[in-house]
């Protein structure tokens, strides 16, 4: 299932690991580990961060791609599951199952 991680590092975990003679060996370590199909660096919220779209099958994967962010960058993590216009077609029947009985 494909999945949009935010990473938001904490601003003075981010100042020392940008300091970091090794941060660019670091980041690129944690990037290749996450196996994304793609990353964007940005803003969130006024602070560092990334964003990725990643294909977890198992949710015993999430640990290992969510550690070491929270280790390394004290970062606050998201993950939230994505639909493509047909997964949201597929699920039309239960959403209007829903809207019957509590809408």
């Not at 060996?25 to 996450?34: A, R």
């Not at 803003?43 to 779209?53: D, W």
């Not at 599951?81 to 997964?87: A, F, S």
Request: charged fraction near 20%; charge should be neutral; proline fraction near 7%.
């Amino acid at each position: 299932m494909k999945y949009l991680l935010s990473v938001r590092m904490s601003v003075e975990k981010g100042n020392a690991a940008i300091k970091d003679p090794q941060f660019g060996h670091k980041i690129n370590e944690i990037i290749t580990g996450l196996k994304a199909d793609a990353v964007y660096f940005s803003t969130i919220r006024g602070q560092r961060g990334f964003f990725a779209i990643l294909d977890i099958n198992d949710p015993s994967e999430i640990p290992l791609l969510c550690e070491p962010l929270f280790l390394w960058l004290n970062a606050d993590v998201e993950l939230n599951p994505l639909m493509k216009p047909e997964d949201l077609a597929k699920a039309g029947p239960g959403i209007g199952a829903a809207v019957q009985k509590w809408g």
